[in-house]
């Protein structure tokens, strides 16, 4: 597979929130065009309804683009390696301020890993 990961990238960069950058760079892949792929995802900006509450958006469009549970797994688990959490505020420094990913790392990160388990 040709990477994409830059093109997630572009798109978070154009306005795209972090879940909608994934899932609609590889919408193709689950069957779904962008316009649907992209309202799909649209709750899911900013830890799941700006809330910072809940899983970084990214593994959540990444996620959205699996078709097994394992491999959704694969994908959570290597970004909490990766980056020490899956949690918006955790990763935006919310409560210690420091800054563990900026977003645009974390939607790379994500299609990195989607990538991977997509072979």
């Known amino acids: 597979m040709e990477t994409r990961v830059e093109e997630a990238a572009k798109k978070k960069q154009c306005g ?3 879940a909608q950058a994934v899932a609609c760079t590889y919408c193709d892949l689950a069957g779904i065009d962008e316009v649907t792929m992209k309202n799909l995802n649209q709750g899911f900006a900013v830890g799941i309804g700006v809330s910072m509450e809940a899983t970084c958006g990214a593994i959540i469009g990444a996620v959205n683009v699996q078709k097994t549970m394992k491999s959704a797994r694969n994908i959570i688990t290597s970004f909490k390696e990766q980056n020490g959490t899956v949690i918006c505020k955790e990763l935006k420094g919310i409560a210690d301020g420091v800054v563990k990913r900026e977003c645009i790392d974390c939607v790379r990160d ?7 388990e997509l072979g």
Do not use: I, P
């Open 16 to 18: 795209f929130n972090c």
């Open 110 to 116: 994500a299609a990195r890993l989607l990538e991977n």
